[in-house]
């Protein structure tokens, strides 16, 4: 939310260079990536050439290159942030968006497209493009689809290219020399490149501007050749021929097929992943295989391809056809290529779980998650190693693929690679129905959202009772549908133009509109709300009535839905509406029985909108003794881990701060109202300075009747919080609140005071054995800091000798050069002494880790002492 009493539209033409940043490669922390967004601010002079700041490292695979040498942000914008996000205020400070040019005034609704702008005397850059963030700045905030909310609310930065190499220097002046396209602000070009994506008439306008980096002009130059060709009349569906150059035989019951056109087509898919091919065979049968490479072993399509096939046990005629049948040289017809592999660009983590052939589905996927950099894994199940297809492929990620080989007992748990899928993960699945069967199941129990999941099957069960259909849209004509067939064979019989492509229900192809009936859902393309009212043709069952081809009718109404909502019927209070919470409290010491404790809870919707409003939630009556790890591990309950992100207890800023000197002077410098620039250092010098307690001791008890605002990772996720509660009344089975996650952590009063004690001192032996080597280090690298003076001096040792290097005795250094060696030594021995400043500090953080550690371990032993005790009994209830 832009703040109102700032006109961010108000025209520039002079500004001020605040920062400049660049960075190295780092890899970024919690998964396997490597980033340069963490930049680090200079305080000289530095050079910029035409692929930007000297040194500064870029991931080509999204940033970099002459359109994107430079980025940068106006540092106005992170006040606005800390305000929607204030459980991330600590990481909303300039270089936040890994920005080299901070600016103060200069945003996205005064900045134009090719605007050349001066910075300094020599430098000049013109702008190119918008920022497209990537899933990166979604993980250094650790904020769930974040990313997406800056371009939504253009608040991303700007692209510069360089015009005219040259240096520039903190404080410089910023002045615009030139604008040629005053219409097209940055702000203004979001709004077509995101939002209003169908405006035809500016999509044309956008490729038509020369300064527009090819990033985004190649995106409306594609839009408009779509909208074009889309304007063509419809014609059926095209089978190409293409040549088999080459049949490998890759396991005992996986062949792969190198396709080559004998028709080139350039306007076939260049880049498509995890696609497939409907192949039309010579004994009649058309089929659907995935592709896993295109040209030459990459990843994209053109006009050669390579398909993975796998011998069918209940082959009815097409894998047994080509494995028997088709050889190098034969021609096979390829008709329509897509895809149905939502790949989640703003996931950080993509994690696949494939047994046998359904390798094939995500090979090109795979191959291409890790050409870009993205963090993978990969979890195969075969029946014995030699069946493991493709594995040449995966050797560059072959530490993140782990193979289990069913024939030495290995099995796979899908339900622990769920229950520990690592935070903003996208999960894939592909094999035989049982551990497609599994992995849904896995997924409901542990509360994966709909969009963080992508099952894709290579068989169907279309089989059921026999059916008639309606086609209302068609003059209400009756269609039979057998046992045996599916409704789109059924169609087909009598629309021969019934588009499909996977028809297995992965792709969503085949998706028809429902007028009226109740629905057998099968597949897995459409999400929960496309099932409301539609289905897929080619494996759903039963409709009564439906609307065939493409229509703007209305679905039918969903009585299941309405029942839904009934059960969710909140509770009236006055003008508040609240669904209760019952929660099952544990005896403890001071009332040995168990308890239930009800909590009201209703959508944030505070007087002051935010952001973060519409995935929030305002708890009422909340436990005295609640801490984050309580509703962390609550909702974790409801609706499965990684989707509570933090919770803001009553007063708790006023509270924390009393116990927190840190936050205590935070708060006496802002009432100081000193300059933006002077505050914000300030703060970062305090916050490094500050020792913190630990953790226990800002423990409390709140007040009775105390209330709390959850915030979760998405709207999603508050639904699904508010079925999952609705579910729990109507079953009157009550999420326990544990204290689990406090183990280690002593109980309210005098234990807690003890341990706080204890805690806070420091360990007078392992302080001296610091102290001691820290100065024995000190004294070291002084000695050898000397003894190089001498030698650049040419000075006689304690011997008498001059040390001289290969070449002859150089003539001696003056004075001032073995100063100056000496100085730069001193200066990079300085630099290493404070990473040990405060060590104290260090050595009291450290301990608190192992602690951690500790607490974690046990955590995960006694979950596995539960899940053990669980396959033993069945079903595992504690003692009451």
Same mark, same amino acid.
């Given at each position: 939310?832009?703040?109102?009493?700032?006109?961010?539209?108000?025209?520039?033409?002079?500004?001020?260079?605040?920062?400049?940043?660049?960075?190295?490669?780092?890899?970024?922390?919690?998964?396997?990536?490597?980033?340069?967004?963490?930049?680090?601010?200079?305080?000289?002079?530095?050079?910029?050439? *035409?692929?930007?700041?000297?040194?500064?490292?870029?991931?080509?695979?999204?940033?970099?290159?002459?359109?994107?040498?430079?980025?940068?942000?106006?540092?106005?914008?992170?006040?606005?942030?800390?305000?929607?996000?204030?459980?991330?205020?600590?990481?909303?400070?300039?270089?936040?968006?890994?920005?080299?040019?901070?600016?103060?005034?200069?945003?996205?609704?005064?900045?134009?497209?090719?605007?050349?702008?001066?910075?300094?005397?020599?430098?000049?850059?013109?702008?190119?493009?918008?920022?497209?963030?990537?899933?990166?700045?979604?993980?250094?905030?650790?904020?769930?689809?974040?990313?997406?909310?800056?371009?939504?609310?253009?608040?991303?930065?700007?692209?510069?290219?360089?015009?005219?190499?040259?240096?520039?220097?903190?404080?410089?002046?910023?002045?615009?020399?030139?604008?040629?396209?005053?219409?097209?602000?940055? #702000?203004?070009?979001?709004?077509?490149?995101?939002?209003?994506?169908?405006?035809?008439?500016?999509?044309?306008?956008?490729?038509?501007?020369?300064?527009?980096?090819?990033?985004?002009?190649?995106?409306?130059?594609?839009?408009?050749?779509?909208?074009?060709?889309?304007?063509?009349?419809?014609?059926?569906?095209?089978?190409?021929?293409?040549?088999?150059? &080459?049949?490998?035989?890759?396991?005992?019951?996986?062949?792969?097929?190198?396709?080559?056109?004998?028709?080139?087509?350039?306007?076939?898919?260049?880049?498509?992943?995890?696609?497939?091919?409907?192949?039309?065979?010579?004994?009649?049968?058309?089929?659907?295989?995935?592709?896993?490479?295109?040209?030459?072993?990459?990843?994209?399509?053109?006009?050669?391809?390579?398909?993975?096939?796998?011998?069918?046990?209940?082959?009815?005629?097409?894998?047994?056809?080509?494995? #028997?049948?088709?050889?190098?040289? +034969?021609?096979?017809?390829?008709?329509?290529?897509?895809?149905?592999?939502?790949?989640?660009?703003?996931?950080?983590?993509?994690?696949?779980?494939?047994?046998?052939?359904?390798?094939?589905?995500?090979?090109?996927?795979?191959?291409?998650?890790?050409?870009?950099?993205?963090?993978?894994?990969?979890?195969?199940?075969?029946?014995?190693?030699?069946?493991?297809?493709?594995?040449?492929?995966?050797?560059?990620?072959?530490?993140?693929?782990?193979?289990?080989?069913?024939?030495?007992?290995?099995?796979?748990?899908?339900?622990?690679?769920?229950?520990?899928?690592?935070?903003?993960?996208?999960?894939?699945?592909?094999?035989?129905?049982?551990?497609?069967?599994?992995? &849904?199941?896995?997924?409901?129990?542990?509360?994966?959202?709909?969009?963080?999941?992508?099952?894709?099957?290579?068989?169907?069960?279309?089989?059921?009772?026999?059916?008639?259909?309606?086609?209302?849209?068609?003059?209400?004509?009756?269609?039979?549908?057998?046992?045996?067939?599916?409704?789109?064979?059924?169609?087909?019989? #009598?629309?021969?133009?019934?588009?499909?492509?996977?028809?297995?229900?992965?792709?969503?192809?085949? *998706?028809?509109?429902?007028?009226?009936?109740?629905? +057998?859902?099968?597949?897995?393309?459409?999400?929960?709300?496309?099932?409301?009212?539609?289905?897929?043709?080619?494996?759903?069952?039963?409709?009564?009535?439906?609307?065939?081809?493409?229509?703007?009718?209305?679905?039918?109404?969903?009585?299941?839905?309405?029942?839904?909502?009934?059960?969710?019927?909140?509770?009236?209070?006055?003008?508040?509406?609240?669904?209760?919470?019952?929660?099952?409290?544990?005896?403890?010491?001071?009332?040995?029985?168990?308890?239930?404790?009800?909590? $009201?809870?209703?959508?944030?919707?505070? &007087?002051?909108?935010?952001?973060?409003?519409?995935?929030?939630?305002?708890?009422?009556?909340?436990?005295?003794?609640?801490?984050?790890?309580?509703?962390?591990?609550?909702?974790?309950?409801?609706?499965?881990?990684?989707?509570?992100?933090?919770?803001?207890?009553?007063?708790?800023?006023?509270?924390?701060?009393?116990?927190?000197?840190?936050?205590?002077?935070?708060?006496?410098?802002?009432?100081?109202?000193?300059?933006?620039?002077?505050?914000?250092? #300030?703060?970062?010098?305090?916050?490094?300075?500050?020792?913190?307690?630990?953790?226990?001791?800002?423990?409390?008890?709140?007040?009775?009747?105390?209330?709390?605002?959850?915030?979760?990772?998405?709207?999603?996720?508050?639904?699904?919080?508010?079925?999952?509660?609705?579910?729990?009344?109507?079953?009157?089975?009550?999420?326990?609140?544990?204290?689990?996650?406090?183990?280690?952590?002593?109980?309210?009063?005098?234990?807690?005071?003890?341990?706080?004690?204890?805690?806070?001192?420091? +360990?007078?032996?392992?302080?001296?054995?610091?102290?001691?080597?820290?100065?024995?280090?000190?004294?070291? *690298?002084? *000695?050898?800091?000397?003894?190089?003076?001498?030698?650049?001096?040419?000075?006689?040792?304690?011997?008498?000798?001059?040390?001289?290097?290969?070449?002859?005795?150089?003539?001696?250094?003056?004075?001032?050069?073995?100063?100056?060696?000496? $100085?730069?030594?001193?200066?990079?021995?300085?630099?290493?002494?404070?990473?040990?400043?405060?060590?104290?500090?260090?050595?009291?953080?450290?301990?608190?880790?192992?602690?951690?550690?500790?607490?974690?371990?046990?955590?995960?032993?006694?979950?596995?002492?539960?899940?053990?005790? &669980?396959?033993?009994?069945?079903?595992?209830?504690?003692?009451?």
């Amino acid at each position: 939310m832009l703040n109102p009493n700032v006109d961010w539209a108000a025209p520039f033409r002079t500004d001020k260079l605040l920062e400049i940043r660049s960075s190295g490669k780092k890899k970024l922390p919690g998964i396997n990536a490597m980033s340069g967004i963490d930049k680090q601010p200079h305080s000289h002079s530095v050079k910029v050439g *035409k692929l930007g700041i000297e040194g500064d490292w870029h991931d080509l695979t999204f940033h970099g290159g002459p359109d994107k040498a430079i980025l940068g942000y106006c540092s106005t914008h992170y006040s606005d942030w800390r305000q929607s996000y204030p459980e991330r205020a600590d990481r909303f400070v300039p270089g936040g968006f890994g920005e080299n040019f901070v600016t103060a005034h200069m945003n996205e609704r005064n900045v134009c497209i090719g605007d050349i702008i001066q910075f300094g005397d020599s430098l000049q850059l013109q702008v190119s493009l918008p920022r497209q963030p990537c899933y990166k700045l979604n993980h250094r905030f650790s904020l769930k689809n974040f990313a997406p909310t800056t371009y939504k609310t253009s608040r991303t930065g700007w692209y510069y290219r360089v015009v005219r190499e040259g240096t520039v220097s903190v404080g410089d002046e910023v002045l615009l020399v030139e604008r040629k396209w005053p219409d097209w602000t940055i #702000e203004r070009v979001q709004e077509y490149l995101h939002r209003d994506t169908n405006n035809h008439e500016m999509n044309q306008k956008l490729a038509a501007i020369e300064a527009l980096g090819d990033e985004s002009r190649g995106m409306f130059k594609n839009r408009v050749a779509k909208a074009l060709r889309k304007a063509e009349p419809k014609t059926e569906e095209v089978w190409r021929k293409f040549r088999v150059v &080459k049949r490998t035989q890759e396991t005992p019951r996986i062949i792969s097929l190198q396709l080559d056109t004998e028709e080139v087509d350039n306007d076939l898919p260049k880049m498509l992943l995890g696609a497939h091919a409907r192949l039309r065979l010579g004994n009649g049968l058309i089929r659907t295989y995935s592709i896993v490479s295109g040209d030459e072993g990459g990843v994209g399509i053109g006009n050669k391809f390579e398909l993975g096939i796998a011998l069918d046990e209940n082959s009815r005629g097409g894998s047994k056809y080509i494995h #028997e049948t088709v050889k190098t040289g +034969d021609t096979i017809e390829v008709g329509r290529i897509t895809t149905d592999v939502k790949h989640g660009m703003m996931s950080s983590n993509h994690v696949y779980v494939v047994g046998g052939i359904g390798i094939t589905a995500f090979m090109a996927v795979m191959m291409k998650v890790h050409q870009i950099n993205y963090s993978l894994e990969l979890h195969y199940a075969v029946r014995t190693a030699e069946e493991a297809a493709f594995l040449d492929r995966m050797e560059p990620f072959r530490n993140r693929v782990t193979i289990y080989d069913k024939s030495k007992g290995e099995r796979m748990d899908i339900s622990k690679i769920v229950e520990t899928l690592p935070w903003n993960s996208k999960l894939y699945v592909c094999g035989p129905p049982r551990m497609m069967e599994a992995a &849904k199941a896995a997924v409901e129990a542990n509360g994966l959202p709909h969009d963080e999941v992508h099952y894709e099957a290579f068989t169907a069960d279309v089989s059921g009772d026999p059916f008639e259909a309606v086609v209302a849209n068609k003059q209400d004509k009756k269609i039979k549908v057998g046992g045996d067939e599916s409704l789109l064979e059924a169609l087909r019989r #009598e629309f021969p133009d019934v588009a499909s492509s996977c028809e297995v229900g992965n792709c969503g192809t085949c *998706k028809i509109t429902l007028k009226q009936g109740k629905v +057998d859902h099968r597949g897995s393309a459409l999400d929960p709300e496309e099932l409301k009212g539609h289905m897929l043709s080619c494996v759903s069952r039963d409709p009564v009535k439906l609307l065939y081809g493409n229509t703007s009718q209305p679905p039918f109404e969903n009585t299941e839905a309405l029942s839904i909502a009934a059960e969710m019927a909140p509770i009236d209070s006055g003008n508040e509406h609240f669904v209760v919470l019952p929660i099952e409290m544990p005896p403890c010491p001071s009332f040995p029985e168990a308890a239930i404790h009800e909590v $009201r809870i209703r959508r944030n919707a505070p &007087k002051i909108a935010t952001a973060s409003d519409s995935r929030s939630l305002f708890l009422k009556n909340i436990p005295a003794d609640s801490t984050e790890q309580h509703f962390r591990a609550l909702f974790a309950q409801l609706v499965g881990a990684g989707r509570f992100e933090g919770i803001k207890f009553e007063d708790e800023s006023g509270i924390s701060h009393s116990y927190d000197p840190a936050q205590a002077a935070k708060i006496n410098t802002i009432a100081k109202k000193r300059k933006r620039d002077d505050l914000e250092t #300030e703060e970062q010098e305090k916050e490094k300075q500050a020792i913190r307690l630990p953790e226990i001791w800002t423990r409390r008890v709140l007040r009775s009747s105390s209330t709390a605002v959850v915030l979760l990772a998405d709207d999603k996720s508050v639904q699904l919080v508010l079925r999952a509660i609705a579910k729990a009344n109507k079953t009157k089975k009550y999420p326990t609140w544990e204290d689990e996650p406090l183990k280690g952590v002593p109980p309210l009063g005098v234990p807690w005071i003890s341990s706080h004690l204890r805690d806070s001192r420091v +360990d007078k032996v392992d302080a001296r054995r610091s102290v001691h080597a820290f100065f024995d280090a000190f004294n070291r *690298k002084e *000695k050898e800091a000397a003894e190089l003076a001498k030698r650049l001096r040419n000075e006689p040792d304690e011997d008498g000798f001059v040390t001289v290097t290969r070449g002859g005795r150089t003539a001696p250094a003056s004075k001032y050069e073995a100063e100056e060696a000496k $100085r730069r030594m001193v200066e990079k021995d300085t630099k290493k002494k404070s990473q040990m400043k405060d060590f104290y500090r260090f050595q009291l953080r450290a301990r608190r880790k192992e602690d951690q550690a500790a607490l974690v371990k046990r955590f995960q032993q006694d979950r596995d002492k539960v899940n053990a005790m &669980k396959e033993r009994r069945g079903k595992f209830r504690p003692e009451a």
